[in-house]
């Protein structure tokens, strides 16, 4: 795997993980009994970016660890997902034989 691709990967876990931390413990403005005029009720109290973006490093480090590994051990390739099976097949040398 190239540093490239590495670094999309990542990032691609990144945002993906978070978007599933945004919404979690989120108090609302009408939850919290302080609507500020011009907002909705459901607009964030107190929202806090800067926690979450951490959290979402931290778990998304684990994420392209644990996805990387797997590419570069090789248990999972391109391969295997060719269900049309357009792709040539790999040389002898390629398979250990």
Known sequence: MSITAAAVLFLVCWFLVFFIVLPLRLTTQGEAGDVVEGTPSSAPAGFIVRRKALITTVVAVVVWAVLSGIILSGVVSVR??????????????????
């Open 80 to 97: 295997d997902f060719d269900f049309r099976g357009t792709m040539h097949p790999r040389p002898a040398d390629d398979r250990g034989e």
